[in-house]
């Protein structure tokens, strides 16, 4: 029964659920020697609604299991009643009703959705659920009616409109991570009327972090465009402490998904904390993406590096599909983080079935110090990934004299393939620069369908090239500049059967592209070549590894060309 993971289109190195609908990943922990990933999941239908916790488990961080639902929707309807202003009420006014998510206030079946949020492990029972319980922190979300003053008389009318609210609630669980307890008593543990900028339908996505030097818990969570910091020593009771708003132009696009990772700055002993997070319109590619800002953290405020830093934050990937990342808790020396590979700008196109969403591969980020301009993340995929390699295959060096305006190709004889690794370095002299470089992807026998994934050295754009890739769904290119003018790339690309991960210089940026390659027949465009473009451009140590598909299927199946 199920699927065995074989459909077109479906990632064989990449994890996705069996059936159904996924998108961002949730309380990512590693807990008694096992990863645990939960995410947003449907467990009715493959198209988003019905939220709960999905799961998923691994021991290596690239092969994983799904698990049952974890936290499903929460048949929780008590009656709410409460009085509250937001930024856009004159005066308080009146939430009364039954919780539901069905927009009709009166429905008595109506759930509570489980949206994004956190695991943490407490180890010393800090909380009182026991040692070593997981406890998540999550946001609840229903709607209820807004009723007018005078609505006493009459408890069904006056209705001004039904709102959208978001509270922070939390669950323990004592198997494991198998089941979660709604933690009713208490819940919400950060009710809607304490969000700071009332605003209540965008209140949500709490990232509880420890902060050793204040021996205090950290719980950022987002209200529309700004970050709020709660704290707690016990777990259950949450103080808000201050806020960041946005001071860039980003579009309208709320926050989403913010966290708080503290990290040491590679070589030294100094902690820095790195705020991320989600920007849900607005990012390079179009739609949504992740920013990230280097700071201090006092134990109750953000302290930016500079105020540019605020001005101009950092983006974590330049392609269309990295989105909601979070990392990994309890991985000692390593911050470890995964995002669903996605975008709300065109999410409703994708048709895959009876899948819908995937996550990216895990990245290692490490915190660099990057001269006088502060500090920078790189990301590489964690070494685990190499487990799956099926051998390296070196590529022959060799050079591309293309000097006629036409783009020249070198075919690779040697490899093709949909779901494989490749890097190789490119290098030019100043005096014979090509106008593009690179490797054309998922190449059809033909020729005429591939995607370029190329560095443009006029313009010191590295680039994803779609066009050509024979897929109907239209979509923006993605790109990214580098730094100063160099005379040589490191192009890396994990290709899989509907995406590519580019890796540009070991790290330094990264593009997180789907693309589902030639709809009628994506099993046949596999070919690998490189090419260059006016110039003389030189390529050495190339090699492609096929990788194995994580869910045991032969990869000869999946329709790369293999040598063990
Ligand atoms: C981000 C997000 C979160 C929210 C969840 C709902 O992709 O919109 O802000 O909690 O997805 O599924």
Not at 307 to 329: C, H, M, R, S
Not at 428 to 438: H, I, S
């Amino acid at each position: 029964e199920g699927s065995s993971y074989q459909e077109a289109y479906r990632d064989q190195y990449h994890y996705s659920a069996q059936q159904n609908w996924l998108n961002d990943p949730n309380g990512l922990i590693k807990y008694d020697g096992v990863y645990h990933m939960f995410y947003q999941y449907n467990p009715n239908g493959n198209e988003w609604g019905n939220m709960s916790w999905g799961h998923a488990t691994s021991t290596d961080l690239v092969h994983w299991k799904e698990q049952d639902v974890a936290i499903p929707e929460s048949d929780d309807n008590a009656w709410v009643d409460f009085w509250m202003k937001t930024k856009d009420d004159a005066k308080p006014v009146h939430y009364i009703g039954r919780p539901t998510t069905n927009w009709d206030v009166w429905n008595p079946n109506g759930k509570r959705y489980i949206f994004s949020g956190s695991v943490i492990l407490d180890k010393d029972n800090v909380a009182g659920f026991g040692k070593n319980t997981l406890i998540a922190y999550y946001t609840s979300t229903y709607q209820v009616a807004v009723r007018g003053d005078d609505y006493s008389n009459d408890p069904w009318g006056n209705l001004l409109g039904i709102r959208e609210v978001q509270e922070q609630n939390m669950a323990y669980s004592t198997d494991g991570g198998k089941t979660f307890i709604k933690y009713n008593h208490q819940n919400p543990v950060i009710p809607v009327t304490q969000v700071p900028t009332g605003d209540t339908g965008n209140f949500r996505d709490p990232k509880v972090v420890y902060d050793e030097a204040n021996k205090e818990w950290v719980m950022p969570l987002v209200s529309g465009q700004e970050v709020d910091i709660f704290t707690s020593t016990n777990l259950k009771d949450w103080t808000y402490q201050s806020a960041i708003q946005r001071e860039h132009d980003v579009g309208n696009g709320v926050w989403e998904c913010p966290e708080l990772i503290p990290m040491k700055v590679k070589g030294t002993n100094q902690t820095k904390w790195v705020l991320s997070l989600s920007v849900q319109q607005g990012a390079p590619a179009g739609g949504s993406g992740m920013q990230y800002f280097i700071g201090d953290f006092d134990g109750k405020k953000f302290i930016p590096e500079t105020n540019e830093t605020i001005k101009n934050p950092q983006w974590l990937d330049y392609g269309e599909d990295f989105y909601a990342g979070v990392t990994f808790g309890e991985t000692p020396g390593r911050t470890i983080m995964l995002g669903w590979m996605s975008n709300w700008n065109y999410v409703g196109e994708q048709k895959t079935s009876p899948w819908h969403g995937e996550m990216t591969l895990p990245r290692e980020l490490t915190l660099v110090q990057n001269g006088e301009k502060g500090y920078v993340l790189k990301q590489t995929p964690v070494k685990e990934v190499n487990k799956l390699s099926q051998g390296t295959v070196r590529l022959g060096d060799r050079k591309i004299n293309a000097v006629a305006k036409l783009d020249k190709t070198s075919p690779i004889t040697e490899f093709s393939g949909t779901q494989y690794k490749v890097s190789a370095h490119f290098s030019w002299k100043n005096n014979q620069k090509p106008n593009r470089l690179g490797f054309k992807l998922r190449e059809s026998e033909d020729g005429s369908k591939f995607i370029e994934v190329g560095y443009d050295p006029r313009n010191q754009l590295v680039y994803i090239d779609r066009t050509t890739d024979g897929e109907n769904i239209p979509r923006k290119n993605s790109q990214v500049k580098l730094n100063g003018d160099p005379t040589s790339v490191k192009l890396t690309a994990y290709v899989d059967a509907s995406s590519i991960e580019v890796f540009v210089n070991d790290g330094e940026k990264v593009l997180t592209q789907v693309a589902y390659p030639n709809p009628e027949h994506p099993l046949d465009t596999k070919k690998l070549s490189f090419f260059a473009g006016s110039g003389k451009v030189k390529i050495t140590n190339a090699i492609g590894s096929h990788f194995k598909s994580i869910w045991g299927n032969n990869p000869t199946i999946m329709g790369p060309s293999y040598k063990a």
